[in-house]
């Protein structure tokens, strides 16, 4: 879950407001992902300041998406970074990950997060974008000045592009908690005991007819 928590996410054009939705929606996701899942945050403004690597343990999880609250800019290309480097390792050894992205306007500080992106793509791990909010937004500055703080949905989508994942435009906090539902059940895994039996008796009937295919054919080349 990697959480945008800059000054925009104050906006009330979500009910109450875009981090209470996001707060409600985190809290929903880790009540309804499968037990098997572990999973892991980054909280993001001016640069990724809390981060918990995946665990077992929601308790944690909650206590951070419990205590965020809202300042500074946006480094959406740092938080993916961090996100990514939480799940990535040798390709052999990684269970099946995803990144859940969510955030509401456009990147104002550090890298850039298209080549991180890029890179997710090619491990195989897709990001998820979640742009949370609506085009006329606004905030309050502590002076009284109103400073528009529309989404940036291309930027999302383009995000979700690079690395296989899938983009989302959500301004209702219901919607938001039921795509966090969705998304938890794709990125669990599940062990399952399947009965092999059938597949080698078919497994031998497949070299039985072979083999008897091929004596046909050699007994045919005699003379």
Do not use: C, N
């Not at 929606?25 to 995946?54: K, M, N, Q, W, Y």
């Not at 090619?122 to 502590?142: D, M, N, Q």
């Not at 529309?150 to 383009?158: G, I, L, Q, S, V």
Request: glycine share 10%.
């Amino acid at each position: 879950l990697v959480t945008d928590v800059s000054r925009s996410m104050l906006a009330d054009d979500v009910d109450p407001s875009r981090l209470e939705a996001a707060r409600a929606a985190a809290l929903r996701f880790l009540e309804e992902v499968p037990e098997e899942a572990r999973v892991g945050a980054v909280a993001f403004s001016t640069d990724p300041h809390t981060i918990e690597p995946p665990t077992d343990d929601r308790d944690d999880i909650q206590g951070l998406v419990e205590s965020l609250s809202a300042d500074g800019g946006t480094a959406a290309g740092d938080a993916l970074a961090a996100a990514l480097g939480l799940v990535d390792g040798p390709a052999e050894d990684r269970p099946p990950a995803a990144i859940l992205l969510l955030s509401d306007g456009e990147t104002t500080t550090g890298r850039d997060p298209l080549p991180v992106a890029r890179r997710a793509g090619r491990l195989g791990i897709p990001i998820h974008t979640v742009a949370l909010g609506t085009r006329t937004a606004t905030i309050t500055t502590p002076d009284g000045t109103l400073i528009p703080v529309p989404p940036d949905p291309e930027a999302m989508r383009r995000i979700a592009e690079l690395s296989g994942g899938r983009a989302f435009e959500v301004d209702d906090a219901d919607e938001l908690g039921g795509l966090y539902e969705d998304l938890g059940s794709q990125v669990a895994t599940e062990k399952e005991k399947r009965e092999i039996t059938a597949a080698f008796a078919a497994g031998g009937i497949v070299l039985l007819m072979a083999a008897a295919a091929l004596g046909t054919r050699a007994t045919a080349r005699l003379p």
